[in-house]
């Protein structure tokens, strides 16, 4: 048994229907992993990771939600390059995208936000996370510029 810091859930697409059968099961089969956190990170751009996050927290689990497409009023959202953070519908930027390549897209936008607000509930601070995402390589074959 594994009790993590911070689970994160970024959505749920129709991917893996071979293996779990139905949407539904799928999705209760994700909100168990992240559940078992002590804070779950949740993506909720979809309206399955939508409502796992509203039924954790209802159940009385700290979640931190994330969008790479809404302004949130609380959590942390991608506003073109910029990172924010929301605190009750007050905005800062917490780090930026602009002209790291190996982060182009609003998936990656997505990817950075959770990174952000994983790497903040664990203690690090803004000027340890910015430096972090300027330096990631990417990964092999995605978003690879080519000639």
């Not at 168990?32 to 779950?40: I, K, N, P, Q, Y």
């Not at 009385?60 to 009750?88: C, W």
């Not at 390549?101 to 601070?125: E, F, I, P, T, Y």
């Amino acid at each position: 048994s594994i009790n993590p810091t911070a689970g994160i859930l970024l959505n749920l697409t129709p991917d893996h229907l071979d293996r779990h059968g139905t949407m539904q099961h799928y999705a209760s089969i994700k909100e168990r992993l992240v559940a078992g956190s002590e804070t779950a990170i949740i993506g909720i751009d979809d309206s399955w990771c939508a409502q796992i996050a509203e039924r954790l927290e209802r159940a009385g689990r700290q979640v931190i939600r994330i969008s790479k497409r809404l302004p949130l009023t609380d959590g942390y959202f991608a506003d073109g390059t910029n990172l924010m953070e929301a605190v009750h519908g007050r905005y800062s930027r917490v780090a930026f995208l602009e002209g790291i390549g190996s982060l182009r897209g609003q998936h990656n936008a997505q990817n950075a936000l959770a990174a952000v607000a994983a790497c903040l509930k664990v203690g690090l601070d803004l000027g340890e996370i910015q430096p972090g995402l300027e330096s990631f390589p990417g990964l092999a074959h995605r978003m690879e510029q080519v000639g």
